[in-house]
């Protein structure tokens, strides 16, 4: 008796598990063709369905807006909202702190960092300035890291010590943010741009970086999801369980900080991202890694894609910074998902 009890409860999961899949990735392609007819110019369906079956940027205005612009930017939207929300998790379970995001460990203001540097010293007005301060920000945040992880390492890479330590480079490398924005007044709107994040300017040549680094460290983070698992309930048990904490500690930073690393040199620094979407999936799958870690990747690509969309349309012809949108959406939902926890 207890045992179909049990069978039929795990194939109810098993039907529910697949159905959340279902309804995941056809909100992931509503969200992906939304994000390519969207914008200053709209490209209607017929249109859009059109030229990716054919392919050629040649065809009429519409296709070369779609290959030169809109599918880039929709590509690394799916990528950034995907590494943001899966090293969110990742970073969340670790400290067993659900308000820690992949920026507290001071990646995005040594990002910022160095993109500032480059805007003070005038390389980002030159020709290859795009190039060069993307380069700088991904410099400046895995040099952040870097850093943090080495003086971590004194205190025996224990993730309490690893957070205080990247939170207090948080705070230091602000203020030098501060002075030099202070030392270039005229080219400040350059550096809030970065701080605000955005996809106006990514090109193929960040797509193709992303497309293998984010990939790859997607997969690095999937494999690890049951010693993370195990973390849930504090690092004792996880050792009782034979995890080294120690070692998985130094393995999720790395892989972390290298995509949060590339996400911000690619589009800066897009905020709530890593911060609410595993919330959302928490509310939706719980507390189960294998569950919460795809979840959260889908609805974290799905995310970014509909923000991106919103912020061509909202003011167009113009367009809003990507975290003005993740920002006003996001922290509404996260009071809502914490009040609903309290009660």
């Not at 120690?246 to 911060?275: C, E, R």
């Not at 909202?314 to 922290?331: D, F, Y």
């Amino acid at each position: 008796m207890s045992f179909n009890l049990s069978f039929d409860y795990y194939r109810k999961k098993s039907r529910l598990g697949k159905l959340i899949l279902a309804i995941l990735i056809m909100l992931l392609i509503f969200s992906f063709f939304i994000g390519l007819s969207a914008g200053a110019v709209n490209i209607p369906l017929n249109n859009l369905i059109g030229i990716l079956l054919h392919f050629n940027p040649e065809e009429s205005i519409y296709a070369k807006i779609l290959v030169d612009v809109r599918l880039p930017r929709v590509i690394a939207s799916l990528f950034i909202g995907a590494a943001l929300a899966a090293s969110g998790v990742s970073l969340q379970t670790l400290f067993r702190n659900q308000l820690v995001e992949p920026y507290t460990l001071g990646i995005a203001s040594g990002a910022l960092l160095g993109v500032s540097i480059t805007i003070v010293l005038g390389a980002a007005q030159q020709p290859l300035g795009p190039y060069t301060t993307s380069f700088m920000a991904f410099f400046g945040a895995l040099f952040t890291t870097l850093t943090v992880y080495a003086i971590s390492k004194s205190f025996g890479l224990k993730p309490t010590s690893v957070l205080l330590i990247g939170l207090a480079f948080s705070f230091l490398l602000s203020s030098m943010v501060t002075f030099l924005e202070y030392l270039a007044i005229k080219d400040i709107h350059l550096i809030f741009a970065w701080l605000l994040g955005g996809f106006s300017g990514i090109h193929w040549i960040h797509v193709k970086i992303m497309a293998v680094i984010i990939p790859l460290g997607l997969i690095l983070l999937f494999i690890k999801v049951k010693d993370l698992n195990a973390m849930l309930l504090g690092e004792e048990y996880a050792k009782q369980l034979g995890v080294d904490v120690k070692k998985l500690t130094q393995y999720l930073i790395i892989v972390t900080s290298i995509l949060v690393s590339v996400s911000v040199a690619s589009a800066g620094i897009i905020g709530f991202v890593g911060l609410i979407i595993p919330h959302i999936a928490r509310f939706i799958v719980g507390y189960d890694n294998k569950s919460l870690m795809p979840t959260s990747t889908f609805i974290g690509a799905s995310f970014l894609l509909l923000s991106d969309a919103l912020s061509r349309i909202v003011v167009r012809p113009s367009e809003l910074p990507i975290g003005v949108i993740t920002s006003m959406v996001g922290a509404p939902l996260l009071i809502y998902l914490l009040l609903k926890k309290g009660s």
